[in-house]
């Protein structure tokens, strides 16, 4: 048994499925010395391609972003080219007997293991490029067939060291029940994506991966963060059983996608999506939420091969407005740096002293994009663009933006906005006006509310880093990721404060965070007031259930003893036997 942290409610068990063999399928079987030319031959032309790629990549990010970010590709397009590399690479084929993916992945092993003895920052950061290089070469190989692979019998639970939005195109048709990686942690990829297609996940498993080899039996539970590997009869049998409600629980609930989300006493709430693409739009209507309170548009970047253009972008705004329930969506912009990078913008940013040592603190999203106003205008155009289409649409568009601290950067989206419109508008094209709204996730932002509130047409809590940053903790480091609580006594009372300023000045205000979607949280977050959450469509339905059991009296009484408590644990404690008496069947669905 492992224990990791809980980011996906519920339980599988299933079969494993390690990622890293899903990309290189180091261990399969030596090619024979006769197929050992045309190996070759097939890694050339896997290599010619990603050359292609790497410099119509360079001309298209140098036209649209600058020359500066573009650079980056000339970097890679060095180390494909690179004699020592290439040696290296073919060695293995031809001494070894290696396919050209299994040859790449050993080739990065000695990249790595001679980079981890290195002192040097630079230095270090250039394994990075060298693993780019090395994914795109292996990206033109992937129609190998895989037997070993392809033998295993599913359902699956994805084993990785941190599954990607690229990775997810990989895994295919797959029936993937459950996620475990080593890496992440409660708003991470694999996180995000675990909750919003309501899969079971746990993160921050180290070394998992050297544990676990594919077509183990592995029991992941969500709940508690735990994992068991190969576990005997008797236990298997226990949490098969758990599974089954799991499953017949979340059926259950989606039953109710028609009916109104109220509580038990009449009180109105919205429930509205989180999501990432097309698809999660459409699992969103079918989950019965009432529109999209977050589209992170970031993810339209970080799965496009290369630079989206404004019409790509568009038809893809164009179409997430249509699939979503009541085409009702908050967009928000590029939500990019931290953990989200794309080579050219962003990735791996520099400061004076090297590369940045905080980049959840650096140069990342609205920071970013005022980098790079063209690049950021081109979104904003074709965000208008979309919201255009229908005149009923344009009240139902909204536009926010990510990661504001300052009353002089949201005065200054605005004004760019305008001239996005104005601009449109001279060159004939159609053009919504949007509300603009603020994401908080900014403690600064969040104890200067009020100051805010005059200039923008509605609030977005982002719980996920505004928990982060008030905590002084990284979310996704599981050393101190423990200490990233939404129901800490401190971040209570901050959410309290900026949701009695909203109400009092008549702004719309959502939370957006996981926080929205927890059972414990939704019943502290209503008794404040708060009547407009977004979570991952998995979550909807169960949020729902609880409200219909739910009344504003108790909720508020609940409120008024928990934030009596001084410790985390104390209030979570309290919390959850306080849902268990109101609705105890969410419980299987709750893990903040």
């Not at 795109?136 to 037997?147: A, V």
């Not at 049998?237 to 109220?262: G, I």
């Not at 509605?458 to 939404?486: E, T, W």
């Not at 977004?534 to 979550?539: E, H, L, N, R, T």
Request: hydrophobic residues 40%; contains cysteine; charged residues 25%.
């Amino acid at each position: 048994m492992r224990k990791g942290l809980p980011v996906s409610p519920g339980v599988a068990v299933g079969t494993a499925y390690c990622i890293h063999e899903i990309f290189w399928n180091p261990r399969g079987k030596p090619i024979s010395e006769s197929e050992v030319d045309a190996e070759q031959e097939r890694y050339e032309r896997a290599v010619a391609k990603t050359s292609d790629d790497l410099e119509a990549l360079h001309e298209k990010v140098a036209s649209q972003v600058g020359q500066k970010e573009a650079d980056i590709f000339r970097v890679h397009l060095a180390i494909l080219h690179d004699p020592t590399f290439h040696a290296k690479v073919r060695d293995w084929i031809v001494s070894q007997r290696s396919t050209a993916s299994a040859a790449l992945h050993h080739v990065l092993n000695d990249f790595s293991s001679l980079f981890a003895r290195t002192k040097d920052e630079y230095l270090k950061q250039r394994l990075a490029d060298v693993r780019d290089v090395i994914e795109r070469i292996s990206g033109h190989l992937t129609s190998d067939p895989q037997p070993d692979q392809d033998q295993l019998q599913g359902p699956f639970v994805v084993i990785a060291d941190e599954l990607l939005p690229s990775h997810v195109v990989t895994l295919g048709n797959r029936e993937v029940i459950g996620i475990v990686t080593q890496a992440g942690g409660q708003t991470s990829h694999a996180a995000i994506l675990a909750r919003g297609r309501g899969i079971p996940a746990v993160a921050g498993v180290r070394g998992i991966l050297k544990q676990v080899s594919s077509g183990a039996t592995i029991v992941v539970d969500g709940r508690e963060g735990l994992v068991m590997v190969n576990p005997d009869s008797e236990t298997e049998s226990a949490y098969r059983k758990l599974q089954r409600e799991f499953f017949h629980l979340k059926d259950h609930l989606a039953e109710n996608h028609d009916q109104p989300a109220v509580t038990a006493d009449g009180e109105s709430v919205e429930l509205l999506a989180n999501i990432n693409s097309l698809g999660d739009a459409q699992t969103a209507t079918n989950m019965g939420a009432s529109g999209v309170g977050l589209y992170r548009t970031e993810y339209l970047f970080l799965t496009h091969p290369d630079v989206p253009s404004e019409d790509e972008q568009y038809e893809a705004y164009r179409q997430i407005i249509d699939a979503s329930p009541g085409n009702r969506v908050t967009l928000r912009t590029l939500d990019l740096g931290g953990d989200k990078t794309i080579p050219y913008l962003g990735h791996r940013a520099r400061s004076q002293g090297g590369f940045e040592a905080n980049p959840f603190l650096g140069w990342r999203s609205i920071r970013l994009s005022f980098e790079h106003p063209e690049f950021f205008m081109t979104q904003v155009r074709a965000v208008l663009r979309a919201a255009a289409r229908h005149p009923r649409e344009q009240k139902n568009v909204r536009l926010m933006f990510p990661m504001i601290t300052t009353l002089e950067e949201m005065r200054r989206v605005r004004i760019m906005v305008r001239r996005a419109q104005k601009k449109l508008k001279e060159e004939g094209v159609p053009a919504g006006r949007v509300q603009l709204g603020l994401m908080l996730e900014v403690p600064a932002a969040a104890v200067s509310i009020e100051s805010f509130l005059d200039i923008v047409d509605f609030v977005s809590i982002g719980s996920n880093d505004l928990v982060q940053y008030l905590m002084a903790a990284d979310r996704d480091n599981p050393k101190v990721s423990h200490l990233c609580q939404p129901l800490a006594p401190a971040v209570l009372k901050v959410l309290s404060e900026v949701i009695r300023s909203c109400r009092q000045a008549g702004r719309p205000v959502t939370l957006c965070g996981e926080m929205a979607g927890s059972p414990k949280a939704f019943v502290m977050l209503f008794a404040m007031g708060l009547r407009s959450f977004s979570m991952s469509p998995a979550f909807i339905p169960s949020i729902k259930l609880l409200a219909s059991h739910l009344t504003l009296h108790r909720a508020r009484m609940i409120y008024r003893r928990a934030m009596r408590f001084d410790t985390t644990r104390q209030v979570r404690r309290f919390l959850a036997k306080q849902v268990h008496d109101i609705c105890p069947s969410v419980e299987l669905l709750d893990s903040v």
